[in-house]
């Protein structure tokens, strides 16, 4: 029995259609496959990123901001001057993306406005840095990334 082309382009489709419906299948049906990006709650999540948000504008709209100073003792953080340093609080969580064992939490507790982090907790490489504080009942919130 001899095809001729027309009977061969057909065949080619059918088994294209046939290959992309098996994917499209089993993609479908995989538990593995299943990464849904909207959390459970995503409304009641949505309230936190807009407090969130409101925080870091907070924090830019401060006449002198929050620094992170590398210095050889280990990281820095200078607090607004414009806040008196007993009444803030809050924590700072240092995040290391390569290894989420080196992840930290350090609670804010200052008699002037500084804060040090000593260099016996840092690693080289690069930190993301996520500052959350309140002062007069307002909350704050400063995000950078940092190579130690």
Known sequence: MKINWGTSIVIAFVAF?????FFVFRMSTEVKAEHDLVTED???DELGYQK????EQNAK???NQLKINITEEGLNVDFPNSQEAEKISGH?????PSNKRLDFDIPISLSNSHLLI???KMLEGRWNIKIE???D??????????NY
Do not use: T, V
């Open 42 to 44: 995503y409304y009641k």
């Open 118 to 120: 000593p260099d016996k």
């Open 17 to 21: 259609i046939s290959f992309i419906l």
């Open 61 to 63: 709209d401060l006449s």
């Open 133 to 135: 504080w309140k002062y």
């Open 137 to 146: 009942d307002q909350s704050f919130l400063h995000k950078e990334n940092i």
């Open 92 to 96: 700072i969580f240092m995040y290391r």
């Open 52 to 55: 969130d948000i409101d925080a």
